[in-house]
């Protein structure tokens, strides 16, 4: 089986560095490069939290391109209420030893699809930022597939309406999903049904080096989780979930959809309205939306590949 090329444009994040993590862990998919964007913390921080995630798990091989400082049109916003000051509190990680190319993320992810002819998966976890300027910047850019983590069908997390990801550039997410690629949606619909609770930690917690440092990201995430999201058993593993869909695409059933960015810049600025019953005049769907989530053979992946990583 030849592994799936993937570059994941990220704002690490616990949740992002999970995702990563299970990249390197997994044969399924190839990890290319890592580009990075303001969202959870700055740039800079994002940048750093990468390279600090990727020499962690030894993997130093692997570029890391910095993006965008800041969104199309709304003001920065970070979330340290989740995240932390660094963006990813709680473990005592080194500093990397290893830096950022000089090459800007967006230019990056122009030369490296266009010398595959497109072969490859572009896995969004952060803000649509890098990816809504690379359309803008470069038209003929087609990547083969972009599976990324964003929106909500239902209720938003970031404001009642809007998920984090789409909040926090709305803009640039809309132009992403008028590109008409083949785009699936991962959002908090079924993020919130793919959770790790307590127990799965504690068994990353005993299962060596980077299980410890992962059950230590998890301690400090699962605190906000627990008190914004008392009905949730344990905390979503928003960003991981779109790796594992590559992994394993049995793990999530999605439906094809009309996605429709909210960009008013009213109170649901950020809002995906998302039509999966077609229904008349939406036009004709332009995403595949994840609906549904086999939550606990989804959290065994995650435990047995991060379980492996040593
Ligand atoms: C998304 O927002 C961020 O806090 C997470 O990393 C994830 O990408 C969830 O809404
Ligand atoms: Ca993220």
């Known amino acids: 089986m030849t592994p799936t090329p993937i570059i994941i444009d990220c704002d690490p994040g616990h949740d992002d560095a999970i995702a990563l993590l299970l990249a390197v862990a997994s044969p399924e998919v190839e990890l290319v490069g890592v580009t990075t964007v303001a969202g959870n913390q700055t740039v800079d921080k994002t940048t750093n939290n990468a390279l600090r995630v990727l020499e962690l798990a030894g993997r130093t091989d692997i570029p890391v391109y910095r993006g965008a400082d800041r969104p199309f049109l709304r003001k920065q916003d970070v979330a340290p209420h989740v995240h932390g000051e660094s963006g990813l509190d709680g473990p005592d990680l080194p500093q990397p030893t290893t830096r950022e190319q000089d090459e800007h993320a967006v230019e990056y992810l122009a030369r490296e699809i266009r010398a595959r002819d497109g072969r490859i998966t572009l896995v969004p976890t952060g803000p649509l930022t890098n990816v809504g300027l690379l359309f803008a910047l470069h038209p003929d850019i087609r990547p083969e597939r972009i599976v990324l983590m964003g929106g909500a069908i239902g209720e938003g997390n970031r404001t009642p309406a809007a998920e984090f990801n789409i909040w926090a550039d709305p803009e640039a997410a809309q132009r992403v999903f008028l590109e008409g690629l083949d785009t699936t949606m991962v959002g908090l619909d079924v993020t919130h049904r793919a959770t790790i609770k307590d127990e799965h930690t ?102 047995e590949r991060i379980a492996s990583l040593n």
């Open 202 to 303: 504690e068994r990353m917690r005993g299962a060596g080096r980077i299980g410890s440092v992962v059950a230590e990201l998890m301690d400090f995430y699962a605190r906000f989780h627990k008190k914004r999201y008392p009905d949730l058993d344990g905390s979503p593993m928003h960003d991981p979930v779109c790796v594992a869909h590559l992994i394993d695409p049995s793990l999530m059933t999605v439906a094809d959809a009309v996605v429709e960015v909210d960009c008013s810049g009213g109170p649901s600025w950020g809002r995906t309205n998302v039509d999966h019953r077609n229904r008349e005049h939406f036009g004709d769907p332009n995403a595949k939306v994840g609906v549904d989530i086999d939550g606990n053979r989804f959290a065994e992946l995650i435990v």
